[in-house]
């Protein structure tokens, strides 16, 4: 049975399914920071994925892109597969803004406090964007 690392569980909320991966909203009010993570067991890499599977992931990829450069209009993506502290593979895509707390650096500062949503922002956000995710998603039906 496919599941999440704690780790990535228990910070994020689930948006919704698609083809290979699940989608998360990360519980980081500073930056929209959405992650997907393909629903196969004990994968950390993404040349571990078949290649049908890795076709896939590069259209989830670019699909969660789009929808993110549509809705939040960022400045500049940052997308990435890291796994330094997390080995199962998920792909981060956060919308930055030049007039966030840490542009241009990076978002994994050492000084970055973590600020989650209170309640009123997910009773607004997280439907909006399962919405979004879901109507994204049609594109594989």
Request: glycine content about 4%; some cysteine.
């Amino acid at each position: 049975m496919f599941c999440i690392d704690e780790r990535i569980q228990s910070s994020c909320f689930t948006l919704g399914d698609w083809p290979l991966s699940r989608v998360l909203l990360k519980n980081e009010v500073q930056f929209p920071w959405l992650i997907l993570v393909p629903r196969k067991d004990n994968i950390q890499e993404i040349h571990q994925l078949d290649k049908d599977e890795r076709i896939q992931l590069m259209e989830e990829i670019n699909q969660l892109s789009r929808l993110m450069t549509d809705y939040f209009k960022p400045d500049k993506l940052n997308v990435g597969a890291l796994g330094n502290i997390v080995s199962q593979l998920h792909v981060h895509v956060v919308a930055r803004s030049t007039t966030d707390c840490l542009w241009p650096q990076g978002i994994w500062q050492p000084a970055l406090k973590t600020i989650p949503y209170d309640e009123e922002q997910l009773s607004v956000f997280i439907p909006k964007l399962s919405g979004l995710i879901s109507n994204a998603g049609a594109v594989w039906r």
